[in-house]
């Protein structure tokens, strides 16, 4: 039963370029979250999202930043225009089933990191 | 505002002993509560959660303690075990926004020595 998967594992963008990430939710899972770790800090979350469907943007920044999860395919984060600021580690989580009080487990992937130079 | 603060950044164990890993939150809302354990150049692994309605919750070698009043929680490993050694996050849900977010503490790295 394979995991959550993120591709690349690795990226590396100029300052001005756009990075996309992808997200594979495990086998079942409907519900896909993105959150980023900065260098010696904790994850901070982004966006929680179903198929098709945005549940939660709150920790989006309000610019550059996007997301998606088609009926078809994998969840993708799009960074327009990168800065030297958004070099961190992006990490995909998903659950089976919409979050809930009292059950919210969600499983993370590998993580992109993500270097802009 | 850090609304999840683990206030150890590390945490040093003999192998065979008790490993105590200590969470507190300000946020009253706060509903469900996790702890995750993550490697280098990987991603978070679920070891154990509690929902507020219950004061402890048990799985193997891991048990996680509520004390709401006090907001705080811990998580207990016994025995310690080399393996152990990880990077430990509690994360936090509810509190007035969607289940969906966690809001997660700054980790603490626990070394267990053989």
């Known amino acids: 039963n394979a995991g959550v998967m993120q591709n690349p594992r690795h990226l590396v963008r100029r300052r001005g370029q756009e990075a996309r990430l992808r997200c594979s939710p495990m086998?079942?899972?409907?519900?896909v979250y993105w959150y980023r770790q900065l260098p010696e800090e904790g994850l901070k979350f982004m966006v929680y999202?179903?198929?098709?469907?945005?549940?939660?943007e709150s920790g989006m920044p309000k610019e550059r930043f996007s997301a998606e999860f088609p009926k078809e395919g994998p969840s993708i984060l799009r960074i327009q225009q990168v800065v030297r600021g958004d070099s961190a580690a992006y990490f995909c989580?998903?659950?089976?089933?919409?979050?809930?009080?009292?059950?919210?487990?969600?499983?993370f992937g590998p993580g992109t990191r993500l270097t802009v130079t | 505002d850090q609304q999840v603060k683990q206030n150890s950044p590390s945490l040093s164990v003999q192998e065979g002993r008790i490993s105590i890993l200590n969470c507190d939150y300000t946020n009253s809302m706060f509903d469900y509560f996790l702890w995750y354990k993550k490697y280098p150049a990987e991603g978070p692994t679920f070891l154990i959660s509690?929902?507020?309605?219950?004061d402890k919750n048990e799985d193997g070698r891991f048990t996680v303690f509520l004390n709401k009043s006090a907001k705080h929680l811990s998580l207990h490993i016994v025995p310690s075990q080399p393996g152990d050694s990880a990077v430990y996050f509690c994360?936090?849900?509810?509190?007035?926004?969607?289940?969906?977010?966690?809001?997660f503490g700054q980790g603490t790295i626990l070394t267990v020595h053989p």
């Open positions: 994360a936090a849900s509810g509190g007035g926004t969607s289940y969906g977010k966690l809001t």
């Open positions: 086998k079942g899972h409907s519900h």
């Open positions: 509690i929902s507020s309605i219950k």
């Open positions: 999202l179903q198929k098709e469907n945005i549940i939660d």
């Open positions: 989580a998903s659950s089976p089933r919409l979050s809930v009080a009292g059950e919210n487990e969600q499983y």
